[in-house]
């Protein structure tokens, strides 16, 4: 690697930051004001601030790209007023291989978010939303938790109290015939999963149903093994945006085995995809501005040019995301028409510069 690209990298990394920080102290004042018209409970001001903090990581991934574009934008445009920019390509360096270097730091950022948005930022959401949930309540540990029906192939569960410690209270089971009748149904007064992932079932009772006849057995204890361990049930509780995409991935999977809707968990994991990819482009499109309609801006005009595409970036991938699920259109397909969009953009841009 040249000490060139080390300086064109350089560069747009020191600037990123700098924009990083200032878009978090901002977005973590905001949650903290969104937060304080709902205090109840143990949730009052100290743990509103740290909820707020908890949220940073995940605010940091969703808002990288543009971070990375004003970044750039700010950071090259001061070597352009330096004329740093113009010495380079009198020196013969063409647009592409200015672009190729450019894009390098990119690469850089585009690996940055991926292990925020995989290993940082999910975890400390959903630990943020539960540490807030809890405070509301005034509940703590295994008080805590919510009804949720589960499907595991033939046989369908209703869990009175899920919750992350997975005891899940009382549980109903129903289970199906091949044309869909009702084989049987069952009741535990309390269920939960052990270290082999067997499920235990407490007091439990099932009624099944023949022809003919109906016959009933009961149980002081009864061990049931379902392909629903505590790893997937855990992924229930959790919100598409507090899953990493190994999680999303795993029940996406879950779901369309058991015939069931993975739509807004597939929008979620392609518009991730989607967003950390485009983090390579953002400087790259920074340069060709740079060398075109903003070659002898001032900062506060390439700021407000890289707010304004961030902006308009930001939402055509919510409007598409949302609009996909609306119309049952392919995830896969409009969580990258913002992005494709913008790689058109920046290679007409490039074909501009003098």
Known sequence: MSLLTIYLMRT?????????????????LFEFIGQLDSTQG?????????????RLPQLSFEMLPIASLIGALLGL??????????????AG????????????????????????????????DYFARTMRDEAR???????????????????????????????????YMYRFNEDNSLKSIARAENAGIDNNDKWILENFRETRFAEDSVQVVESSLAVESFGLDADMLGVTLVKPVSLSARGLMSYIG??????????RYETELWSRVARTVTVVLMPVLALA???????????????????????????????????????NLNPAIVTWLPSLALLIVTGFALTRVR
């Open 137 to 171: 309540n005034e509940l703590e540990d295994r008080d805590l938790g919510n009804a949720a029906w589960v499907k595991d192939g033939p046989v369908i569960l209703h869990l009175e109290r899920l919750n992350a410690e997975f005891e899940f209270g009382a549980l």
């Open 77 to 90: 445009g001061s070597l352009a007023n330096n004329s740093e920019m113009v010495v380079m390509r009198t």
């Open 93 to 124: 360096l063409s647009v592409l291989k200015l672009a190729s270097m450019v894009a390098i730091a990119g690469v850089v950022l585009m690996i940055v978010t991926a292990m925020v948005g995989e290993f940082i930022g999910p975890p400390l």
């Open 12 to 28: 747009v990394l020191a600037s990123t930051l700098l924009v990083m920080l200032v878009l978090l102290a901002l977005a973590g």
């Open 289 to 327: 501005f740079v060398f075109g309609s903003l070659r002898s801006a001032g900062s506060g005009g390439r700021l407000m040019i890289g707010v304004m595409i961030g902006l308009a970036y930001f939402l055509a991938s919510e409007m598409t995301a949302n609009s996909g699920q609306v119309f």
């Open 254 to 263: 879950y779901l369309k085995r058991n015939e069931l809707s993975a739509e």
């Open 42 to 54: 143990n949730f009052q001001i100290p743990q509103a601030l740290l909820f707020a903090l908890l």
